[in-house]
Structure formats: C-alpha cells, structure tokens
C-alpha cells in the first residue's frame, strides 16, 4: 500500500515538474516572443530612426550648400552695391566739380561783362575824344586855311614800321621873299590817342616842347598858331631851306 502511494506521489511529481516545465516553456516562449517583438520594434525604431538621420543629414547639407550660395550671392550683391555706392559717389563729386566750374565759369563771364563794359566806356570816351579832336582839327583846318594859308593833308605810311594814318601840316606865306615856300610838320597819334610830332621841315629846336604844351592842353589851334609863329622866327633868321 504504501508502494502504491509513493508510485502515485513520484508520478504526481512528475507531472507536476512536467506542468510546470510546460509553462515555463510557455512562459519563455512568450518571454521570446515579445523579446523577438521588442527586437523588430527596435530595428523598426533604429531603422526609421537612421532613415530620419539621414535625411536631415541630407536636409542638412541642403540647406548648408543654400547657406553657401546666399553667402556669395550676398557677398556678390556687396560688392555690387559698393561698386554702386563708389560710383555714386563719383558722380556726386563730379557734379560738384562741374557745379564749382559753372560757378567759376559765371564769375569769370561776370568778370568779362564788367571789363567789356569798361572798355566800352573806355573805346566810347576815346572816340568821343577823337571828335573832339577832329572838331578841333576841322576848325584850325577852316581857320588856317581861310586865313593863314595852311595845308592839311592826310597821310598815310606804306612801310610797316611807320604804319598808320598822319596828318602833315603845310604852311604857306610865311616867308616874305617867297610867299609859296612851304613849311612842314608831320603829325601822328600814339596807341593812347595823344599827340605825337613826327617831324618838322625846316628842323624846329622847340618842337618837342611845342609837342609836349600840346599834350597837357590838347589846344589845337593854339599849337599851330605856335607852330606858324616858330615857322616865322626861323624864316626871320634866315633859316629857311
């Protein structure tokens, strides 16, 4: 009896060391499964994890060759607008040397305006001068004619050094022996419009000093009455050619 009980106590062992070895192996076999799942999650994570890598590396490296080319673009467009802002600055400068040149231009054109107005009153008083003169020249001329026996001719000179308009001044009757022997005086005129005795026929020692009362008072007809009264003293003399 008690042989037949341990035979049933070893086989209930058995089975139960058999039920428990069954569900460890159904225990490991769901530990393995889910082991094995836990794996394919993670490769599945690690994979799609890599692929995410790579293509933010990829992004990245997009978007840093982006980064490059929007540097040079922008160091290009730098340089563009420096060649701009030089060239700006170049016209400005050249428009104020054009603008200090027109002023300068206007200035000298005032200038001019003011030197041509000058010499217009200058040229204007000169020949108003000259009409005075010629006044004076047309009154001797009637005086001394009529009534002296004076020659006034109009002379003009042919050599290049003597040349210009003169006045010769021919006096008559003035030497009682021979009332037609002719006594002569070359006149001219300097740049400046004043006098200028040239020379006499028969030779007059006072001639210069009649030349230079004739300068200070610019009296015309006194100087030829002068000029007659010398021409009578040389005659007088008997100097006369």
């Known amino acids: 009896m008690a042989s037949i009980e341990d035979h049933d106590m070893i086989d209930g062992f058995i089975k139960e060391l058999e039920d428990f ?56 467009k730098g340089g563009l ?28 054109i005032e ?6 107005a000058t010499r217009r009153e200058m040229i204007l008083s000169q020949t108003k001068a000259n009409k005075n003169k010629l006044k004076n020249l047309q009154k001797a001329r009637t005086v001394f004619e009529n009534h002296l026996g004076l020659e006034i001719r109009k002379i003009r000179e042919k050599t290049q050094m003597d040349a210009g308009e003169k006045l010769q001044f021919v006096y008559r009757n003035i030497n009682p022996a021979n009332l037609d022997s002719a006594y002569v005086v070359t006149m001219g005129l300097r740049k400046d419009g004043a006098y ?28 030829l009455a002068n000029l007659r009264k010398a021409f009578i003293s040389v005659a007088q003399e008997g100097k006369n050619f």
């Open 111 to 116: 200038k001019l305006k003011g030197d041509q």
């Open 21 to 76: 070895h069954n569900q460890q192996q159904t225990v490991n076999g769901e530990i393995m499964d889910s082991v094995t799942e836990l794996c394919q999650s993670h490769r599945h994570f690690v994979k799609s994890a890599l692929d995410a890598g790579f293509a933010k590396c990829k992004d990245d490296d997009v978007m840093f060759v982006k980064i490059e080319s929007y540097k040079k673009e922008s160091q290009q």
């Open 196 to 223: 200028q005795l040239m020379s006499s026929d028969p030779q007059l020692e006072c001639l210069p000093d009649l030349e230079k009362h004739l300068q200070e008072t610019n009296n015309l007809p006194v100087f």
């Open 81 to 108: 607008l420096n060649e701009k802002y030089t060239a700006v600055a170049d016209v400005v400068s050249e428009i104020q040397h054009k603008d200090a040149y027109k002023d300068k231009l206007i200035q000298e």
